[in-house]
């Protein structure tokens, strides 16, 4: 028996997708990589209740906000919002919860100048699920609970890859999306 169970191919997971347990054997799968959960654009006010949500079941444990090529400014979770009202920039921050079903997240956010839009991408490793409180339909409820908060009009949990094209729902990188999810 190996020490470890084998690799789920994510063109398995995109191509064949058919059940839960296809979704779970996608997010669980100990292949080295992370997961992320892009949205679709967003607008600030959703973005900042989003924010705010999550600060209620996690904790901040690290994060910056970054201006053009100026040098990261440390974040503290009040100071989020006020970074957000800036006419560009990104936050990389870090998040940890002894309660939620993903233990560790870490959260980035992009908004170029002028646009008005908010690019959102949460990152999670396979192992920062908690087994006991892992379950397919809760995990994907949860997703679509945070895509409603973000009007967001679609997302993408897939294997993290550079060089997705963004928003490519046919990429073998795909785990689901919400328009998969509102087909099944």
């Known amino acids: 028996m190996p020490l470890y169970p084998p690799l789920v191919s994510s063109v398995f997971c995109n191509r064949e ?26 607008k600030i006010g959703d973005l900042i209740s ?3 949500a999550i600060s209620k079941e ?3 444990r690290e994060g910056h906000y970054f201006e053009g090529d100026n040098e990261g400014v440390s974040l ?9 009202q800036k006419s560009n920039g990104s936050i990389y921050s870090y998040w940890l919860s002894t309660s939620h079903m993903i233990s560790q997240l870490q959260i980035f956010i992009y908004w170029p ?6 690019f959102l991408e949460l990152t999670f490793f396979p192992q920062d699920i908690v087994q006991n409180k892992y ?8 997703i679509a609970k945070w895509a409603d908060a973000l009007s967001a009009e679609n997302y993408f949990v897939r294997y993290e ?5 963004e928003y490519d729902e046919t990429s073998p990188d795909v785990i689901f999306t919400k328009k998969t999810m509102q087909n099944q």
């Open 135 to 142: 379950d397919a339909n809760n995990f994907i409820q949860i």
């Open 17 to 42: 997708m058919k059940s839960l347990n296809d979704i779970s054997k996608c997010l669980l799968d100990h292949d080295g990589s992370a997961r992320d959960i892009t949205f679709t654009p967003v």
């Open 58 to 60: 996690y904790a901040l």
């Open 76 to 84: 503290v979770t009040e100071s989020i919002g006020t970074c957000l």
């Open 50 to 52: 989003f924010v705010n």
């Open 161 to 165: 890859n550079a060089s997705w094209k």
């Open 113 to 118: 100048q002028d646009e008005g839009k908010y």
